[in-house]
């Protein structure tokens, strides 16, 4: 019982102090937390008043009111509160161009002598856009689409990704639609139909698969150009994603870790007539697993990276990349790049970092 008491009255105490400062809010408010339920996006804003007293023992200034975004916006009463006077904050929200679905707003508080939070929350039911708002980009010849480029972020080997894009005949006649490969990742599937009907929307459906076990790692891009009617678009379709492994789900397991000894790299100032100049960065296993290191490449042609160690790295120990610089086969001025290293790492498979290198005469 000796060991125990203390416990109960820290604990107590705990309760009892929370409680006190809970009760010496400046500003006591009947109402914190307020749902609207479900409203309509199109419907205008809904508002709630949240009333208060002011339980302190001097005046006190609302300085600000703020919601977060300018959906949200409240007015607040400019002049002091005296003591035991009350007032209101009359919160207001716009759902118009808001997503679909529960929405949770806080409204931040700022007195003369605190901050207080109250809430507002509700659901969403989107309204009927017009064909302008749900194509927004014109592809031509009455043809119009809802977005023209989409990132797959990472594509495991061995599991499909894919996605669409949604386009909408706005004319009387049918559309001829033909897509010419201009940047091909060779991975690429694609369907779509060569016809639209007057006014229907079709689909052009695309993804990613790559074969388990395959040698395809890094940057995955492809380039469409889109003939509508035979007339070309200004606006081709753009594909992109990321290939590594397959990622196992056993969190439990002490997966293999990569480690960088720099994320920053820094040729400096060098001279148009300068030998080429390499840098190293160190690529280190941290994990219990061996490493392995898959693919190096760099956006900018101005440098070149290769692997001078070995692609397994074993637990503890360390593989070199050069990245190498010929001031004389680039132009002048600021020259940028990023590197993308591939691994097996499960938690980190990309891992980015930055060159630079200025020239000069």
């Not at 019982?1 to 409680?19: D, E, G, H, N, Y």
């Not at 101005?302 to 360390?318: E, H, I, N, P, R």
Request: hydrophobic letters at 40%; aromatic letters at 8%.
């Amino acid at each position: 019982m000796k060991r125990v008491l203390p416990i109960f009255i820290l604990s107590f105490a705990t309760l009892f102090s929370a409680s006190a400062i809970a009760q010496e809010r400046a500003l006591h408010f009947d109402l914190v937390k307020h749902n609207f339920g479900t409203i309509a996006e199109d419907g205008g804003a809904v508002c709630q008043n949240f009333q208060f007293i002011n339980s302190s023992d001097k005046p006190i200034v609302v300085l600000d009111v703020t919601g977060g975004c300018s959906c949200t916006k409240a007015v607040f009463p400019r002049q002091p509160i005296l003591p035991s006077k009350g007032g209101q904050i009359r919160v207001c929200f716009d759902p118009m161009n808001q997503p679909e679905g529960e929405f949770f707003r806080k409204i931040v508080i700022t007195t003369s002598e605190e901050r207080q939070v109250i809430s507002i929350a509700g659901n969403i039911t989107p309204r009927k856009k017009s064909t302008e708002e749900q194509y927004p980009l014109i592809l031509g010849g009455g043809l119009r689409i809802d977005i023209n480029y989409h990132a797959f972020g990472y594509v495991e080997h061995g599991k499909s990704c894919r996605s669409s894009f949604e386009v909408f005949n706005t004319t009387d006649k049918p559309i001829s639609l033909l897509l010419i490969p201009s940047v091909q990742s060779g991975v690429l599937s694609l369907d779509y139909p060569a016809t639209i009907p007057p006014h229907q929307s079709s689909v052009i459906d695309f993804g990613y698969l790559l074969a388990q076990g395959c040698n395809k790692y890094g940057n995955l891009q492809d380039v469409l150009y889109v003939d509508v009617n035979g007339i070309r678009s200004p606006y081709p379709l753009i594909i992109s994603g990321i290939a590594i492994d397959k990622r196992e789900n056993n969190t439990d397991k002490e997966w293999q870790k990569v480690q960088l000894n720099e994320n920053f790299i820094k040729f400096g100032t060098l001279k148009h007539s300068n030998k080429a100049v390499s840098r190293y960065i160190t690529v280190r296993n941290i994990g219990l697993e061996p490493l392995i290191i898959r693919h190096i490449e760099c956006d900018n042609k101005a440098f070149t990276v290769a692997l001078k160690g070995k692609a397994v790295v074993d637990s503890d120990s360390s593989s070199n990349i050069e990245v190498k610089f010929d001031p004389a086969a680039s132009e002048f001025g600021a020259v940028v790049g990023s590197i993308m290293i591939i691994t097996n790492d499960p938690q980190q498979p990309s891992k980015r970092l930055k060159v630079t290198a200025i020239v000069e005469k």
